[in-house]
């Protein structure tokens, strides 16, 4: 097995272990769209977990941040990404440590625009981690899931744009990630509350509240996707929104998250499969 074999092997493994909403559309993509939205998926990850990690300090974490946004936009060095991650190496998961091997998984041609992106990524993530993610209105909202979800939009378009010149609505592909943010901010409120009291709802907002902001957000990811006649595309995009919709229906419901068994429906029923 060649070592690019083995990276791309290893790719879809950590995918699969992170992400079952992300893991499907990606392993369904042709040959170098799959390794470019993974690449972009995997290196916006690694630097989500740094975000997210519940040991270490926000000023470690704003300060690993930045090095790497710096790293990410000057000509790619992959000594010079994992040197600001050495001092917590102890710490930090695989999908962290391996980000070198994800920035040169997508295809050369496309892989500035990655680490474009993520840059951009990381230091609005090391900025909220200075605040303390201290949101407290609905500006705030915004700004926060704009770094870590609607750049993910615009990371896609450029993908897509690359591939095969589709030309997705730049607004509607933050609204397609702000959408898919909302839900897991509403999924996961109380592990988060319970992670050092860390709340992403604006002051005095309800469940109700949230619940239309992530219902506005999803209605620019359904116009987003009904515009995509580029099939790949139009595939992997539908998934993730098509389980968006079914968690916040499921959570309405009353239960926690969608089931194992109505993920692989509402799968089934957007590819047509089975």
């Known amino acids: 097995m060649s070592k690019s074999t083995k990276r791309n092997q290893d790719?879809?493994?950590i995918l699969r272990a992170t992400s079952r909403t992300f893991f499907i559309p990606i392993?369904?993509?042709?040959?170098?769209?799959?390794e470019a939205v993974a690449s972009a998926y995997l290196c916006m990850r690694?630097?989500?977990?740094i975000e997210d990690h519940p040991e270490l300090p926000a000023e470690a974490k704003a300060?690993?941040?930045r090095s790497i946004s710096e790293v990410l936009q000057q000509p790619f060095q992959e000594d010079a990404l994992l040197a600001p991650m050495k001092p917590y190496q102890?710490?930090?998961p695989e999908v962290t440590l391996r980000m070198g091997e994800w920035s040169r998984l997508a295809p050369e041609s496309v892989q500035v625009a990655v680490y474009s992106r993520t840059a951009t990524m990381a230091e609005g993530m090391a900025g909220w981690a200075l605040k303390g993610w201290n949101v407290q209105t609905e500006e705030d909202l915004d700004d926060y899931t704009f770094y870590v979800a609607g750049l993910v939009g615009l990371l896609l378009n450029d993908l897509w744009k690359w591939y095969d010149g589709t030309d997705a609505d730049e607004e509607l592909a933050v609204g397609y990630g702000r959408g898919l943010q909302a839900v897991n901010i509403i999924r996961n409120r109380d592990e988060d509350l319970a992670r050092g009291k860390v709340d992403y709802y604006p002051n005095g907002w309800e469940?109700?509240?949230?619940?239309?902001?992530?219902r506005r957000n999803l209605a620019m990811a359904d116009e987003y996707t009904n515009r995509i006649q580029s099939k790949p595309v139009l595939d992997f995009c539908k998934i993730p929104l098509t389980l968006a919709h079914g968690t916040l229906r499921a959570i309405e419901a009353g239960e926690t998250k969608l089931s194992r068994f109505a993920v692989k429906e509402l799968v089934r029923k957007v590819t047509g499969q089975g």
């Open 11 to 13: 790719a879809m493994d």
């Open 27 to 34: 392993s369904r993509l042709p040959s170098g769209l799959k």
């Open 46 to 49: 690694a630097i989500d977990e």
């Open 63 to 65: 300060s690993l941040l």
């Open 90 to 92: 102890s710490l930090l």
């Open 207 to 214: 469940a109700e509240d949230m619940f239309a902001y992530a």
